[in-house]
């Protein structure tokens, strides 16, 4: 009787590897998310997950928090602006080390969102050109929990 290679033996463990995790796969099935099903724009500029679990999409026209099952919008309020987003364009959203979130908008400063109350805190930034400087495309965070915010005319560092 002969025996097998060891390059033989590399190659039938291989293709037995390869018929067995084929015959295990799960098939990947995507889903969407539209404005059909809640979303408050198909545009969507920014996600992310928050540590509890809910996706949060900022949009061309709002902040869209999903459940997995409904969303809910944040926009701005004309009725209520001190607690609510100063502008409709999300560019960023970022968690930081307390879970906190952060959303950077276009034309609007930053904003905190409170998620148990839904109450937003804006902080604008005073500058003698307002618009380009309230121009905010992203939030990056580092290790120690300082965030740095870059904006139309230079950064805000907190």
Known sequence: MKLLSTCQLLCLSILLLCIYVYSHAQPLHFGHLTAQQGLSNNNVWCMLQHCEGFMWIGTFNGLNRYDGYTFT??????DDPEHSLQH???????EDRQG????????????????????????????VRLDPWNTLTSIYGN????????????????
């Not at 906190?100 to 500058?127: C, H, M, P």
């Not at 290790?143 to 907190?158: D, T």
């Open 88 to 94: 409709y364009i999300i560019t960023d959203i970022h």
């Open 100 to 127: 906190q979130l952060w959303v950077a908008k276009f034309g609007g400063g930053l904003n905190l969102i409170d998620r148990q109350t839904r109450n937003v805190t804006a902080y604008g930034i005073k500058s």
């Open 73 to 78: 919008v944040f926009k701005p309020d004309p």
């Open 143 to 158: 290790s120690e929990g300082i965030f740095w915010v870059p904006a139309g005319k230079g950064y805000i560092k907190n």
